[in-house]
């Protein structure tokens, strides 16, 4: 256990024991993330009632719809390798369903399409669901859009199962067969499959129970068809902490994935982004997603500033994220208390160094500084603070690219150079930025023209 789960385990445990007791569950099995580690891990109760197993990082749960985070990975990356766009209706991919003009890629994945929830005849409480994707496009003419694109949050388990199809064929590949080889080999998600099962993951499941409703006693919740795209994997806390780990790395397509893309209820709590959702809770915002089926319930949530998040599995009936989020708030509060790293910074690339200084703007009347600060070439405004580009180069040595998170984002960023090669003003955007030399070495530019 790293200083930081040492250092709340015994709180994280009571929080989690207390959360299985109140609700009367069999069991649940916990975890808590920070960086790129699980920092504390639990089991509590039992997996199986009958045989008095108990639960660990290793026991594999349905995590139902958290399969859903996984499908709109695969997606984005066969967007990003150019062989679909988001703003593709669903009917180039899947002309069996030509007629669902506005029916996108982008709307399915953040549940916006209209789309209907479920396939044709579906009734879950009498475990009837038609999860095979050729059967439901056999019958495409029952398929169709609710409600209007973009009107509300409309959840909608058969467009994930259709995305799955869509990454099928734009891959090339069955869908599972693309998740395997593309996400959960490569970061060694090796407990994380589809059924049927392997053989050495099939004696590590929990055993899914009903409610307790009357009775103490538990009953063995129904076995629920096995399907796919929209949540068909099984995985545990162990695999499941590496793929919180996962969103916390530095990439453009997984911020795309978890940045809110609309507001689902009024309270302004609740938003939708790619493949996720987010809560508020009280003043932070939790990225997460919950799964749901036939005797499991899991939750899956992080916050990408502290690195901090928190995986739950029960295989009863309980609200996963309330526990989910109450364990990664006493993470988060730790990790914040915690004292910052201090490294050596990055050298000063030598092409950068006539580049950095201050720049005015004479009409406004304010200054700008370009510094080299935590590796990146970077634009500060003294007045806001929250204004501060970032600038990628590109082959043009005077011109960069301002990155992702501001108004200016995708736009260039030229620097401009007098006949003597200093430079002497920066076009950002939209706007000139005059370069302030200082006043000695404006001295001794001049002494040596004399």
């Known amino acids: ?10 709180r994280l445990e009571a929080v989690a024991a207390s959360f299985v007791k109140e609700h009367r569950l069999p069991g649940a099995a916990v975890g808590v993330v920070h960086g790129d580690t699980l920092v504390w891990e639990a089991g509590l109760g039992y997996a199986d009632v009958e045989s008095r197993r108990a639960p660990d990082a290793t026991t594999l749960y349905r995590i139902a719809s958290i399969t859903k985070t996984f499908t709109g990975t695969a997606v984005m990356r066969l967007r990003d390798e150019g062989k679909l766009r988001l703003d593709d209706p669903v009917g180039r991919h899947i002309p069996e369903l030509a007629d669902l003009e506005d029916v996108t890629i982008r709307r399915l994945l953040s549940h916006e399409s209209g789309l209907q929830s479920e396939p044709p005849d579906t009734d879950w409480r009498k475990v009837r669901y038609q999860a095979s994707v050729a059967d439901n496009l056999a019958r495409a003419a029952e398929i169709r859009a609710a409600i209007p694109p973009n009107s509300q949050q409309k959840y909608s388990n ?24 593309n996400i959960l080999d490569p970061l060694g998600l090796v407990s994380t499959a589809f059924e049927p099962l392997p053989a050495g993951l099939q004696s590590r499941r929990a055993t899914g129970y009903g409610g307790r409703f009357t009775s103490d006693e538990l009953e063995v919740s129904s076995t629920p068809p096995s399907i796919g795209a929209e949540g068909g994997l099984w ?19 997984l911020r795309e994935m978890h940045r809110p893309r609309y507001l689902a209820d009024d309270t302004w709590t609740e938003a939708f982004g790619i493949a996720w959702y987010a809560v508020r809770r009280g003043d932070v915002t939790w990225v997460q ?31 996963a994220s309330l526990l989910s989020m109450e364990l990664a708030e006493i993470a988060r509060e730790a990790a914040a208390a915690l004292p910052p790293s201090i490294e050596a910074p990055p050298t000063t690339p030598p092409a950068f160094r006539p580049l950095l200084g201050v720049y005015f703007d004479a009409e406004l009347g304010l200054t700008r500084r370009v510094e080299w600060r935590d590796g990146k070439l970077t634009i500060v405004d003294p007045e806001v603070a929250a204004w501060r ?18 108004r200016e984002s995708g736009e260039h960023a030229t620097f401009r150079r007098l006949p ?30 004399t």
Do not use: K
């Open 389 to 406: 580009p970032t600038l990628a180069p590109t082959q043009d040595p005077d011109v960069f690219v301002i990155e992702r998170g501001v």
């Open 158 to 181: 058969l467009g994930f199962q259709l995305l799955g199809e869509i990454v099928a064929r734009a891959s090339g590949v069955p869908y599972t067969d693309y998740i395997r080889a």
């Open 289 to 319: 997603h919950s799964g749901a089926l036939h005797g499991f319930r899991s939750n899956v949530c992080f916050e990408p500033r502290h690195s901090v998040g928190a995986v739950v599995l029960l295989n009863g009936l309980a609200d």
């Open 1 to 10: 256990m790293s200083s930081l789960g040492a250092g709340i385990g015994t």
């Open 420 to 449: 003597d090669g200093r430079v002497a003003s920066i076009f950002i955007a939209a706007g000139t930025w005059i370069r302030m030399e200082p006043v000695e070495q404006t001295a001794r530019t001049e002494a040596g023209q």
């Open 235 to 253: 995985s545990c806390v162990q695999d499941l902490a590496r793929w919180l780990s996962y969103q916390f790395r530095d990439d453009d397509t």
